[in-house]
Nanobody, 120 residues
Framework: QVQVVESGGGLVQAGGSLRLSCAASGSIFMMNAMGWYRQAPGKQRELVATMTRGGSTNYADSVKGRFTISRDNAKNTVYLQMNSLKPEDTDAYYC??????????????WGQGTQVTVSS
C-alpha cells in the first residue's frame, strides 16, 4: 500500500506565492510520474503539472510561466512552486503518484488534497 501526503496549502493574496509538497511512502519499488491536479467543488479534476522520473514536464496552459514542478526521486517527493497566484487558482490541489510496487504491480495513488485560496 502506498500513502501520498500533501502539505503547503493556505491563504495568500493575489500576486503571492506558495509551495506545495507531496511525499509518497509505502511499498514502492520505483516511482514513475508524479504530478499535481486541482479541483473546484462541482467541477472535474484537472491537470496542473506532471513530471516523469526522467524529468520531462507537462503544464496546464493556465499555469505556464507561473508554476514550476520539481521532484526528488530519492525521497519520492514532488513539489509545486506557485508564483504570481491569481484568484482563479483557488482550488483543492491533489498529488498523484504513478508507481511500480514492490509486488511488481503498477499502482496509482492520490493524496487527500490541500486547499489553496487566493484572495483578490
Amino acid at each position: 500500500q502506498v500513502q501520498v501526503v500533501e502539505s503547503g496549502g493556505g491563504l495568500v493574496q493575489a500576486g503571492g506565492s506558495l509551495r506545495l509538497s507531496c511525499a509518497a511512502s509505502g511499498s514502492i519499488f520505483m516511482m514513475n510520474a508524479m504530478g499535481w491536479y486541482r479541483q473546484a467543488p462541482g467541477k472535474q479534476r484537472e491537470l496542473v503539472a506532471t513530471m516523469t522520473r526522467g524529468g520531462s514536464t507537462n503544464y496546464a496552459d493556465s499555469v505556464k510561466g507561473r508554476f514550476t514542478i520539481s521532484r526528488d526521486n530519492a525521497k519520492n517527493t514532488v513539489y509545486l512552486q506557485m508564483n504570481s497566484l491569481k484568484p482563479e487558482d483557488t482550488d483543492a490541489y491533489y498529488c498523484n503518484a504513478d508507481y511500480m510496487s514492490t509486488y511488481n504491480r503498477r499502482g496509482i495513488s492520490w493524496g487527500q488534497g490541500t486547499q489553496v485560496t487566493v484572495s483578490s
